[in-house]
Structure formats: C-alpha cells, structure tokens
C-alpha cells in the first residue's frame, strides 16, 4: 500500500472522456425525470396512480436485473456495453416525440420506454462502475469517483431547473429529445475512450477454469460480497440508511407543504441550497480521506445522515427553510462522502473478473430497501402523523453506523488490492 498522492485523473485523457460522456448524461437526465409525468399529467390525462404506476415500473429493471447484469456483464468488455447503453435509451426515448408528432401517444407507450429505459440503465450502471478500475490506477480510484459524482451531483442541483426551463419552452416531448441526445453524445465521447480493454474469455474465467451457468455466476456473486466482512458491513450499512432516509423522505413533500406551509420556490430553493453540501462532499472526499483514513472516513459519514435528518424533522413552521437547508446539506455532505469512499473502496478490493458480480449484488441489496422504506414511510405517515413518519426516518439513520463498527471496515486506512484482502474473507469466486 501506498500513502503518497496519486496523479490527477484529469491528466488521463481517456478518464476525462468517460467523465464528460457522463456529465452530458447525467443533466439530460433530469429532463426526462420532469418530462415523462408531465407529458403523462398534461397530455394524456394520466391518473395519479398511472402516474405513480411510471415510476413503480421505471425502478422495477433494478430489481428484477441487477444480479444477473452482473453476471453477464463480467463476461464481456465493459466499453461495448456502455455505448449500447446509451444508444438504445436515446432510441427508446425518440420514440415519444415521435409517436406524439403522428398523434398515437398512449401511456402505454410512457410504460414501455420506462422499463426499456431502465433495463439499459441497470447495465449501463453496473458495467461503468466495473469500467473505472481498468480505466484508472488502484490510487486515483477516490479521485476518479469524486469527479464523476460532483458531476452527477451538479446535475442534480441544476439539472431540474434547467429542466424546468426547456420543458416550457419547447414542451415536455420535444423536451424529451435532448436528452436522446445527450445519450447519443454521451456514446461519441465514450467511443473515443482508447484504453485496451481484453475481451473476457465466456466459457472460462481468468484461471482458465470453466465459467458456470449463469445462475451459478450470479450465486457466486452474492457468495463474494456476503462472505466478506467489509462489503457485508458496507452492504448492511448502505441499505439501512436506504431504508430509514426513505421512510423518511415518502411523504416529505406532503409534509413539506401542509404542514411547514411551504410554497414551491421555497421547496425548490430548500432543495437547491442543500445540495450544495453535495456538491462540497464530492469536491472534498479525497482531502478529507488523505489525514483521516478510509474507513474512519466512512463511519464519520455516516454519522451525519441522523442529525441531517433530526434538523428536517424538528423545522418549525415559522423558522423552517433553514433548518431544512441545514439538514440536507449535512445528509448530501455525508452521503457523498461515504458513496464515493465505499465505491472506491469496493472497486480497489474486488478481482477484475468479479467486478460486474460484486456491484449488481451490492445495487441489489442496498437499493431492494428503498421500495421498502418508501412503503412503511407512507404508512406510518398515515397512521401516525407526517412529522413522525421523518422522526422514525431520523432515528432509524443512527442505525446504519452499527454494521460499519461491527466489522473490520472502521480500521482501513489506505486502499487495499485484491491480493491484500484476508483469503478466508474473499469467498470462492469461480
């Protein structure tokens, strides 16, 4: 292991292609998330439970795929598979303007291209965090996760405003075909990418052993991650924030605007400020890494989530705006923090042919709680009270924190190798 300051990723030309292709992808993005229940609400008259029925089924490909993306993803290469990607959602998303220019949009349709769109996006997602550790040295990982989170954090920040403002202009289906285009860009810069990148042999690993059937892969996957204490603590950790952040943020907006008598602008700008912590977190992870460690770095980021979300509960009616800025500025500080460390440390641990396998199992585990906690959240709103239902959320954050100290995670100090990683705590990968 080594201690001394890794080389700027920005100096590796391929690295700043793969980060501009996602930059592009990312703020394009955030259009289709407005324009989609917009074009659902304004021009097909869509019902709030066919609205709610779109975003169900959005999400469902990251449920029902994740584990065997994984798996098919470490047999092939990683570069192919991002530009598909990214093609095929450009594809799937022409067809809404299209269909509205001919005067046969139907929500069907709006169906349709969600789940195609979300299938893609599951490999897309699982093969580009597979991609980065071939594309950048072992210590440039934090480097290279924090660039490509500022961005998708920026784009989170501003991405909807601008949104917003092209949606009006043009209307939410033509409004849809920026972001095939940006898919379409996003495909151009990834293609440019010159890194070699070996095609993996499909019927045997890198041992030359003979691969297993495909459900035998995605087992093998779990084994990995399950059988070693940091990503069991990692996993454990991640879904439970998961769980109670969603039980809390289910009905925040309800709350938000019922109870703290909160106007749009004012949520709008609550949001917008409170990303800036974000977008402060993603900037800063690998200095604040540097003195304190990785996993002393992960633990302290994990703790913020709590009191971030105790300040959003206890906002007072006549004092509210800043109490919920604080609030998500502590949480987005803290989540970010924590996402790019754990990912890079994942990506530093986890041998080139398990990559895939390792992080569709993490997405599946740490993103199955989020239907969950959404659930439960409404549920306790309903029973009990908006308020309380984001006090259990803030509570039930102190949680995540437990399986970090439990297990080996809060000693790491520096990024690790795969070869570095205890034998009895890597489980049998073939």
Do not use: C
Not at 301 to 320: D, K, N, Q, S, V
Request: charged share 15%; aromatic share 8%.
């Amino acid at each position: 292991m080594t201690t001394s300051r890794a080389v700027s990723v920005l100096r590796d030309p391929d690295f700043v292609r793969l980060w501009t292709a996602e930059t592009i992808s990312h703020f394009g993005t955030q259009i289709s998330l407005l324009a989609l229940p917009l074009v659902a609400v304004t021009l097909l008259n869509a019902s709030a439970l066919e609205v709610a029925a779109l975003g169900t089924i959005e999400f469902l490909p990251f449920i029902l795929f994740s584990l065997p993306a994984g798996a098919w993803v470490d047999r092939l290469r990683r570069r192919p598979i991002l530009i598909a990607g990214d093609v095929g959602r450009a594809a799937a998303l022409a067809t809404i303007p299209a269909a509205y220019a001919l005067g046969v949009l139907a929500i069907w349709q709006l169906y349709a291209v969600g789940f195609v769109v979300g299938t893609l996006t599951v490999l897309f997602d699982v093969a580009y965090q597979s991609y980065l550790p071939s594309l950048v040295d072992r210590d440039q990982l934090v480097d290279g996760n924090g660039k490509l989170e500022t961005s998708r954090t920026i784009a989170l920040t501003a991405g909807p405003a601008l949104g917003g403002g092209l949606i009006g202009i043009v209307t939410a289906p033509l409004a849809i075909l920026a972001d095939a285009a940006s898919f379409v860009l996003s495909a151009v810069f990834v293609s440019a990418i010159r890194r070699h990148e070996p095609t993996p042999d499909r019927h045997a690993d890198e041992h030359g052993r003979a691969r297993g059937r495909l459900r035998q892969e995605v087992a093998d996957g779990l084994r990995f991650v399950l059988g070693n204490p940091y990503l069991r603590g990692i996993a454990a950790s991640t879904g439970t924030a998961n769980f109670f952040s969603n039980i809390a943020y289910a009905t925040f907006i309800v709350y938000a605007v019922r109870d703290l008598r909160l106007t749009p602008l004012e949520i709008g700008v609550t949001f917008g400020l409170g990303n800036v912590g974000s977008i402060i977190g993603a900037l800063t992870a690998e200095r604040i890494t540097r003195p304190f460690g990785v996993g002393p770095t992960i633990v302290g980021a994990t703790l913020l989530g709590g009191p971030g979300l105790l300040l959003i509960a206890l906002a007072p009616r006549e004092f509210a705006v800043p109490f919920l800025v604080a609030g998500a500025f502590l949480q987005g500080f803290g989540v970010v923090v924590y996402n790019i460390n754990q990912l890079s440390f994942r990506q530093a641990i986890t041998p080139t042919s398990m990559q895939g396998r390792m992080n569709a199992t993490m997405r599946f585990i740490v993103w199955g709680t989020i239907p969950l906690g959404t659930i439960l959240g409404g549920v306790v709103a309903t029973l009990v009270g908006l308020q309380a239902a984001i006090l259990v959320g803030a509570v039930g954050a102190f949680l995540a924190v437990i399986p970090l100290v439990l297990t080996p995670v809060r000693t790491l100090r520096d990024m690790p190798t795969p070869a570095e990683v205890p034998a009895d705590t890597a489980a049998d990968v073939d």
